[in-house]
């Protein structure tokens, strides 16, 4: 059983009308709390789909840019494209930011889910996005202008070029093309393409220098031509070449032993190299033709050696018969046995000391000749002229050996001109010391730079379809003969001269 006070009973109705009021209130509370949120996320709707928008504007620029790179990014520079690579990268990171599903309404639920951090950063890669975008357009926009104005310098260019070119413009009215001078600009901008032009000028100015070049080779030419003639006159008209016989040549005109000169010597000598060169040029007619010197290939009845030696020995038998070896500047090759002239004598100057005769160093200039220069001025083979080989041979040999030993008459000049500086040497028998005295190597030096020039212009082919008449091959090469006279001819001959000094006392 329950009592109830009335007092109690108020006391109950004011807590519950507190309780509702509260209630109340919280619903209140909450329902602007609801209110808020939901104003916040439109807010967040709209945003996301500001964002998308101008994602699908800037992909659409993007598609344009890439359907004109050609264009600008043919002249685009290497800082240019970077530019235009980094925005690109830019672009990509700052899609893949909201590419999943971008476009749907999970596009929102997602950007929902994203923290404030995250939003900051994507609205920060949009302004960099928006600014890249601007500067490219703006450098397009630039280049764009550039292309344009490019046009009109290139033409004032054209235009200077023409005023200041009178054959150039003259030739230009030739094209069928009038550059009015005043309206040039006008004229060749709605005219010709400066292009055209400037190609054309190009092609004319060329033309001009081709003209030119063309002149000067001619004159080149005829300039070498002259030289050529000119050198060959030099080394064909020495002084005192009239006569054959060296000595003659040396003693000039007045035929007496002191007449005999250290000049008039070696003019001689520089005389006996035509002789030397030709007398190559002529054995190279010929292969080696290896039987000529074979002993076993010859086989003479009576005679014991190759056809080489037959051919000398023989020659020399006949030449010693018609007094050959009665000149002091002859030596035989075989003095052994020689028959005596059966000419009349010839009255030879008597220049030499009277033992130079006991010199006679043949056997060594036949050893180096056979063995060491014939291979390398003949050609290897064998045409069976083997008699004709032994002839051309023995010119050769018996043009060095007189060369070689003309050192005798050099010895003689030499001493005469300075016996003082001679003497003691000899005395001493100081062959050194000889030949260091008789030594002149500037002498040498020009005589090797002779003797291969000889060989170019005596041994040049000669030709009448080339310009100069040669065809620059050369029957004897000139390096042949420059090391001939620097192995073979000047040692020896320097040899000659100290045989004779070392004598010349006795
Ligand atoms: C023949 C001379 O003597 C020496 C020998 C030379 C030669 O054989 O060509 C050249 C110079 C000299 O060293 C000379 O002086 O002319």
């Known amino acids: 059983m329950f009592l109830i006070y009335p007092g109690q009973c108020r006391k109950d109705t004011s807590f519950n009308l507190g309780v509702g009021c509260s ?25 996301l789909q500001n964002v998308k928008e101008d994602l699908q504007r800037k992909d659409a620029l993007h598609k344009q840019f890439e359907s004109i790179d050609t264009l600008a990014y043919s002249t685009t520079d290497v800082q240019e494209g970077s530019n235009f690579n980094s925005w690109l990268s830019l672009q990509s990171q700052t899609t893949s930011y909201v590419l999943p599903d971008s476009g749907t309404i999970t596009v929102h639920d997602q950007s929902l889910k994203c923290d404030t951090l995250q939003q900051d950063e994507y609205v920060e890669g949009m302004g960099e996005l928006e600014a890249e975008l601007e500067a490219e357009l703006e450098r397009l926009q630039t280049r764009l202008d550039r292309d344009n104005s490019l046009k009109h310098p290139l033409q004032e260019r054209i235009k200077v070029t023409v005023e200041d070119t009178d054959s150039v413009r003259s030739r230009s009215s030739s094209f069928g093309e009038v550059i009015d001078l005043q309206n040039a ?3 060749v901008h709605s005219g010709v393409p400066p292009t055209e032009l400037q190609r054309r000028l190009h092609e004319l100015l060329e033309a001009k220098q081709q003209e030119r070049i063309k002149e000067l080779e001619a004159a080149l030419e005829c300039a070498m031509h002259k030289l050529r003639e000119k050198e060959i006159e030099l080394v064909c008209s020495p002084p005192n070449s009239r006569d054959s016989n060296c000595m003659a040549e040396a003693l000039s005109d007045s035929g007496s032993a002191n007449a005999l000169t250290l000049d008039s010597v070696r003019e001689s000598l520089i005389r006996q190299e035509d002789t030397i060169v030709f007398g190559l040029i002529e054995r190279a007619r010929f292969p080696i033709n290896s039987p000529t010197y074979s002993a076993s290939y010859a086989n003479i009845p009576g005679f014991t050696g190759s056809l080489a030696q037959f051919v000398a020995h023989e020659t020399e038998a006949l030449q010693a018969k018609a007094g050959r070896f009665t000149n002091p500047e002859e030596h035989p090759f075989f003095p052994k046995d020689l028959p005596a002239s059966v000419v009349p004598s010839q009255n030879h100057t008597e220049v030499l000391h009277p033992s130079a005769a006991s010199i006679n160093i043949n056997m060594q200039i036949w050893d180096f000749y056979f063995d060491k220069l014939l291979a390398l001025f003949a050609a290897p083979g064998d045409d069976g002229n083997y008699a004709a080989t032994a002839a051309s041979d023995l010119v050769c040999l018996q043009a060095l050996s007189r060369r070689i030993h003309y050192g005798k008459f050099v010895a003689e000049v030499k001493f005469k001109e300075s016996p003082k500086e001679y003497e003691p040497a000899i005395r001493a028998k100081d062959r050194d010391a000889l030949m260091k005295l008789l030594t002149v190597e500037s002498v040498e030096e020009a005589v090797k730079k002779r003797v291969a020039k000889k060989a170019m212009v005596f041994g040049q082919e000669v030709t009448l379809n080339t310009t100069d008449g040669s065809n620059g091959k050369y029957k004897v090469d000139p390096s042949v003969l420059s090391r001939l006279y620097e192995e073979w001819v000047m040692p020896l001959t320097k040899l000659v001269q100290v045989e004779y000094l070392l004598r010349r006392l006795d």
Do not use: G, H, P
């Open 185 to 187: 600009s006008t004229e």
């Open 23 to 47: 209630l109340l209130y919280l619903i209140a509370a909450s329902k602007t709390e609801l209110t808020k949120m939901v104003e916040l996320r439109t807010e967040m709707e709209m945003l």
